[in-house]
């Protein structure tokens, strides 16, 4: 399995505007799944952001809702985090990551995330 983030970069953006990161997952064909976007940010613990299974069910941390938008292209391949009205504070190394078989929903949990991407840098000023 491999998942390959890109969107962000070391060019940072101006508060208030928009970037969307995406993610390609390849190597995996499971029936039942959850993509998920993290980050972190220097000296801060890794925290969930958005997630979103193979039905396209979506969910976000309150600190992004109406302000991020996680979904998947049609082969199910991709996911993507729209990200506008960007703050200072959305600041972090973005890493997007694949559970496999979540038992329900689903999780915020990183731990129980199976594979994860090398992640990418966003920086809003």
């Known amino acids: 399995v491999q998942l390959v983030e890109s969107g962000g970069g070391s060019n940072s953006v101006q508060a208030g505007g928009s970037l969307r990161l995406s993610c390609a997952g390849s190597?995996?064909?499971?029936?039942?799944?959850?993509m998920g976007w993290f980050r972190q940010a220097p000296g801060k613990e890794r925290e969930w952001v958005a997630s979103?299974?193979?039905?396209?069910?979506?969910t976000y941390t309150d600190a992004v809702k109406g302000r991020f938008t996680i979904s998947l292209d049609n082969a199910k391949t991709t996911a993507y985090l729209q990200m506008n009205s960007l703050k200072p504070e959305d600041t972090a190394m973005y890493y997007c990551?694949?559970?496999?078989?979540?038992?329900?929903?689903?999780?915020?949990?990183?731990?129980?995330?199976?594979?994860w991407g090398q992640g990418t840098q966003v920086t809003v000023s």
């Open positions: 990551a694949v559970d496999i078989f979540p038992p329900f929903g689903c999780r915020q949990q990183s731990e129980m995330y199976d594979h």
């Open positions: 190597g995996y064909t499971y029936s039942r799944y959850c």
């Open positions: 979103i299974d193979n039905l396209a069910a979506s």
